[in-house]
């Protein structure tokens, strides 16, 4: 028992640290605690002298090498913020070196019960401004780790790759990287590479960023992280002068120094403008890059691997947004906001394609003197008049497209003035432009991507047809795959409403009509009113008529989302995602709505709607709700043959616990394939995960694709990347151009891969594991009176409400229960003590079996179901990061001292125990952390020190806050401000908060 308690201490889980995985898997899985790279998810690939598959980082003695290396640069970091500290404030730098040694002490002896009686007390013993002097250092400290570990990652991948001699290739050769997939599918005879060329030419992964409000470190601090990282990877280059090593040495203590001096914490809320600004952000300073670079490589790869190279316009992977258009409980993003952020969009898209478009000219001075142009650039430059480039042709048809993007530009910031409510528009201070490019007042604006792409392709075109290829295939090609990727739109958004409020809409529209109340009509009346109304042509009401009616203004503004969204260009607008979307008429409802401003398949103006299935009831439902639809001939003719489902993983766990959620979501998936199959129309699954396990993340994305069920990706796959794992995932170049790898590889190999088909007995067994946990669960959060109490005691949900990490609030319904609270504070609260409970409770009872065949049964599952096996190597590595004697403390605390709130606390670590030995029952092993966990020494050492520490803190912050009143005074001001520290401090030592 004590064994259970205390392992995970040991055990602490580091996303950025996994090494790329390898192809060579095998057959059967490895236990936990075992360092493997990777752990089979399909048969292993046939080998021959010729392959260089075998190549394993997790399991060669480098790794020793690769962890010393980290250690060092962990070590300089750690150094060069101490002398700061010491210097600044000696008194917290030796407060801070005694809590670190008492949790080194810890983190190396699990049952040192001293060690950790010492951190507590120090951290009760402490004052409210020496609290927040050390838990800045903390929270400082896991960050600087963090900019190492990135600058490791991808410092391993690129030793691994030199260490294959002759066989260094554009891409790595690693199992989760499109050049190692293509040598497993082709090692395998599962393809050939006719086979593989036409499937990664057509398939689309869409990333679409949200800004749901998990990230809780400032923009301006993050830029200082960041540029840490590029400096340690400057710091490796064996040619570096000492000089030049002086100046990067004394450069990342300038930035630590200037870190330690800045103010992290957000004191005023986001906006969704700034929400925006920041997925704009990734995209201008990584992903305008990064993109165009893998794309080169990718490119370049097919020509290794499979002979010939990609279509240039081939787009595998496109980028999407919420930010600005998700409504779903946020009043803040307004029909206005939704407007603005699009215009800023276009806004950054023009200044971005103008720069490059300025390098092009540059570049494009080849003369008609001594050069041939294809009759099709011939035709194109002779449209152009009032240009001075007479022999410089191309030059000229840039110049033309600079000065289309100049108007463009000026256009967009006159409207975002207009909607400030400006009267004279000042345009902004004059790009100039190279000599010889008359003025861009005469030209149009740029309105869709293909005014910029056949120009674009015609010079690349004409390039290639008379001899300048190399030309061709340098800054050109890579404009026309940013614009194949981002458009003109830069982020296409997606707009997201509850479908209550549609509902709404449409009862206020009937009864306006005077026809009766929608929201009282059965779900057959419905569908008999929309589909009426669809067929026909004529527009039901006026805005104006309605506001004269005095209608709730909640049903003005969902109406003026319609007529904004319908004023603007398609190519810049999404998906339509209805959330709590229950019923076929929720769908039919936004499709009518888009009818009467205009938006009709006939016109191409149409978005596509997204019922989004969230819960228990609504994923079990979902094959019905398709069904209905696929039944209405309109329907079928409207989405030509194509529909998005998008299925939610957070809050259907919220709903009914990890393993209901994710048996509901399997069978879901299956059942809607079938009937998709059974109409002729093609679905695409839009997964909306969070960062954390508790709402569906992974952190192994090849792993997490390749266990879907069967016949559910087909080469389509578009999913949510959030808060926290926008920065993780694309935070600089090398990472952003991993990860768009990881995904490329993924679902390539998705396609070809030999998928095990669940037996009936394994059915049956998830069946029951999902009733006993799905009811194990809600018992507890649902039916305990004493849970809501003790959940709001003995976490800071509470107090997470204060921070300003995000635009939206934490409920939909401010009056509500857990019921109303959303997934990312219930899983954010949980995560801050220590406990995660939202990812594992009912897990126990689903797993526990007393029958030893039901044993066998489960132990069969684990090795031989892929998409089982995952669901098991989860649990435990999020079971690695719980810690029963820091969330024990919490209770002690924070929680009142009744019998009620005593004994809940009691029965939670109890299931905590339990859970974790079921997860042991059913894999075979003795210890925790399995494929998912990689370098754990070096990881429990540095990390569990400083994490431990601040939940030490953060629990007496927390107890004097509570007990300090209403009443404003400077030392709750102070206490406040660290315990926001505290929570920053510990989502960075836990690599996910949300």
Request: net charge negative; proline share 5%; charged share 25%.
């Amino acid at each position: 028992m004590r064994f259970l308690r205390t392992l995970p201490v040991l055990l602490f889980f580091s996303s950025l640290l996994i090494l790329p995985s390898t192809c060579e898997s095998s057959s059967k899985p490895k236990p936990f605690g075992l360092t493997s790279t990777s752990v089979a998810t399909t048969s292993s690939p046939k080998k021959n002298d010729k392959e260089t598959i075998q190549s394993s980082i997790g399991e060669s003695n480098d790794i020793l090498e690769i962890d010393s290396d980290l250690m060092k640069d962990i070590e300089m970091l750690s150094n060069m913020l101490s002398e700061v500290v010491k210097r600044e404030n000696p008194h917290v730098h030796e407060l801070y070196n005694q809590l670190r040694k008492h949790g080194i002490d810890r983190a190396e002896d699990p049952d040192n019960i001293q060690a950790f009686e010492q951190m507590k007390k120090l951290a009760r013993d402490i004052s409210p401004t020496d609290a927040l002097g050390i838990l800045r250092v903390f929270s400082l400290a896991l960050n600087l780790v963090n900019a190492a570990e990135v600058h490791h990652r991808l410092r391993a991948l690129k030793r691994h790759e030199m260490n294959l001699d002759d066989h260094v290739g554009p891409l790595p050769m690693v199992e989760d990287s499109v050049r190692g997939t293509i040598e497993t599918i082709l090692g395998n005879e599962e393809g050939d590479q006719e086979d593989i060329y036409e499937f990664l030419s057509k398939q689309k992964v869409e990333i679409v960023l949200t800004a749901h409000p998990t990230e809780v470190n400032r923009k301006t601090i993050l830029r200082k992280y960041r540029k840490i990282t590029e400096t340690l990877s400057k710091l490796d280059r064996p040619d570096l002068h000492p000089y030049e090593r002086s100046e990067a040495i004394s450069s990342i203590q300038r930035d630590i120094a200037a870190t330690w001096g800045s103010d992290e914490i957000r004191r005023i809320k986001p906006t969704p403008h700034d929400e925006a600004a920041g997925g704009n952000a990734v995209i201008e300073t990584v992903l305008w890059e990064a993109v165009p670079s893998y794309l080169r490589k990718l490119d370049a790869q097919c020509m290794v691997s499979l002979g010939k190279r990609l279509p240039i316009d081939t787009v595998p992977v496109k980028f999407a947004s919420w930010i600005g258009g998700d409504r779903d409980g946020n009043p803040n993003v307004t029909p206005d906001v939704t407007r603005e952020v699009v215009l800023h969009q276009r806004l950054r898209a023009a200044k971005l394609f103008l720069v490059d478009m300025n390098r092009l000219y540059s570049e494009m001075a080849i003369s008609t003197l001594y050069a041939d142009l294809s009759e099709d650039m011939k035709a194109l430059a002779d449209s152009i008049e009032h240009s001075r480039d007479h022999y410089e042709r191309y030059r000229r048809v840039v110049g033309h497209l600079r000065n289309r993007l100049l108007k463009t530009i000026r256009e967009c910031e006159r409207e975002i003035f207009e909607i400030g409510g400006g009267s004279s528009y000042k345009p902004s201070v004059e790009i100039g432009r190279p000599m010889g490019v008359p003025s861009w007042e005469g030209v149009n604006v740029i309105q869709k991507k293909e005014d910029l792409m056949k120009p674009l392709r015609i010079m690349y075109d004409s390039l290639v047809q008379t001899g300048f290829e190399s030309v061709a295939d340098g800054h050109l090609l890579d404009m026309i795959r940013r614009l194949a990727v981002f458009g003109v739109s830069l982020l296409p958004l997606d707009i997201r409403e509850e479908s209550t409020r549609h509902t709404m809409a449409m009862d206020a529209i009937t009864q306006y009509l005077g026809i009766g109340s929608y929201e009282e009509w059965s779900e057959e009346e419905r569908l008999t009113f929309l589909q009426k109304e669809l067929s026909g042509k004529r527009p039901l009401f006026r805005i104006s008529d309605l506001e004269a009616q005095r209608v709730d203004p909640k049903v003005l503004i969902t109406l003026r989302v319609f007529e904004t969204i319908s004023q603007m260009d398609s190519e810049n607008l999404g998906a339509y995602v209805i959330s709590q979307a229950q019923t076929a008429s929720d769908v039919m409802a936004v499709m009518l709505l888009q009818q009467q401003f205009g938006m009709n398949p006939e016109n191409g103006k149409m978005m596509r709607v997204v019922p989004l299935f969230e819960t228990l009831n609504d994923l079990t439902n979902a094959p019905d709700v398709l069904t209905q639809l696929f039944e209405i001939e309109s329907y079928v003719n409207a989405v030509n043959g194509k529909q998005e489902v998008m299925v939610g993983y957070s809050d259907s766990a919220k709903d009914a616990g990890r393993l209901a959620a994710c048996w509901a979501q399997y069978t879901s998936q299956e059942a809607m394939v079938s009937i998709g199959k059974k109409y002729g129309i093609e679905l695409t699954f839009f997964h909306g995960k969070g960062g954390t396990v508790g709402r569906g993340g992974n952190p192994n994305t090849f792993r997490a694709i390749l266990s879907h069920p069967p016949n559910t990706v087909n080469g389509r796959f578009r999913v949510t990347e959030q808060g926290e794992m926008i920065r993780q995932n694309f935070g600089s170049p090398g990472i952003a151009e991993r990860t768009l790898d990881v995904y490329c590889s993924a679902v390539l190999r998705e396609a070809f891969v030999k998928h095990v088909e669940p037996k009936d007995s394994w059915r049956k067994q998830m069946k029951r594991i999902s009733d006993v946990s799905c009811a194990d669960y809600r018992k507890m959060v649902r039916e305990d009176p004493r849970f809501v109490p003790y959940f709001r005691q003995a976490t800071p949900e509470v107090e997470l409400g204060t921070l300003n990490i995000g635009s939206r609030p934490a409920k939909r319904n401010p009056k509500g229960g857990i019921e109303s609270l959303r997934a990312i504070p219930w899983t954010f609260a949980w995560g801050q003590s220590r406990l995660n409970l939202s990812a594992w409770l009912g897990v126990g009872a689903g797993l526990h079996v007393e029958d030893e065949g039901d044993k066998k049964e489960l132990r069969e599952m684990y090795e031989q179901w892929p998409w089982f096996r995952e669901i098991i190597d989860l649990l435990a590595m999020i079971l690695s990061k719980t810690d029963y004697s820091i969330s024990e403390n919490y209770d002690n605390l924070l929680v009142d001292k009744t019998d009620e709130l005593i004994a809940i606390g009691k029965e939670v670590r109890e299931k905590l125990v339990e859970t974790r030995q079921a997860i042991l029952d059913v894999s075979g092993s003795t210890e925790y952390g399995g494929p998912h966990v990689q370098l754990l020494r070096p990881s429990a050492k540095i990390r569990n020190p400083y994490v431990d520490s601040i939940n030490c803190v953060q629990a007496e912050l927390l107890k004097e806050l509570r007990n300090m009143g209403s009443e404003e005074c400077e030392i709750k001001k102070i206490r406040r401000d660290a315990l926001v520290v505290s929570i920053n401090g510990i989502s960075q030592g836990m690599k996910n908060s949300g």
